[in-house]
């Protein structure tokens, strides 16, 4: 089985990456990653460069992602910068809940995309969005894990204002239900396509 690299830091979309590819290549994880470019104007831009660069920093098939919070209710928000508007965790969570302060719509709108590339050639690419979440009005500590900070803040009304940490297994998956449509088309584009792939 060939491997993949699995070009991101952030533990909980590498497993999600290695879910999607996992019945086509062996993924590989580094600990020590470089950090990718990410000069492009929207998520589906940014995981093809993300993935067009690990794929040629080990010269193999590499898979990356980007995505982030489309928050209607804040026009001055930057979608792409929704890691990057603070430094910490903690400094975003804050930054966000003073941000909307007042705010009566609290509607979060989460967007992802992923891409394949091999030896710098782009492959494939696909964006899509999941449920849409409520913005909570405080932070509870108990409700955080690394690398989903903006969940930490996340409620859904569909499941009786549930935060996202407090929510089953099966309410979980249908919130994510953007990672289940990415899979989809993944396996759509490896029906089509079998390793080595020629272009």
């Known amino acids: 089985m060939l491997k993949i690299f699995i070009g991101t830091k952030n533990k909980h979309k590498r497993e999600k990456l290695s879910w999607i590819v996992e019945k086509y290549f062996r993924p590989e994880i580094k600990d020590n990653l470089k950090e990718a470019p990410e000069t492009k104007e929207n998520f589906l831009e940014i995981a093809e460069e993300k993935a067009i660069f690990y794929s040629k920093e080990c010269k193999c098939l590499a898979i990356s992602t ?58 494939f690419s696909e964006q899509a969005k999941a449920m849409d979440g ?26 009786n204002n549930k935060n996202f940490f407090e929510l089953t297994d099966e309410e979980v998956e249908a919130t994510e239900d953007s990672w289940e449509r990415l899979k989809n088309k993944f396996d759509e584009f490896m029906q089509k396509n079998t390793p080595p792939f020629k272009y």
């Open 66 to 123: 980007d995505g982030g919070a489309v928050i209607p209710a804040i026009p001055e928000w930057k979608p792409i910068e929704t890691k990057r508007f603070a430094k910490t965790d903690k400094e975003r969570i804050d930054k966000l809940l003073k941000m909307m302060e007042g705010k009566k719509n609290r509607i979060v709108e989460w967007h992802e995309a992923i891409a394949l590339a091999d030896n710098g050639k782009l492959l």
């Open 134 to 159: 409520q913005l909570d009005k405080i932070y509870n500590p108990q409700f955080y894990r690394e690398g989903i900070w903006l969940c930490s803040i996340t409620s859904f009304p569909q499941f």
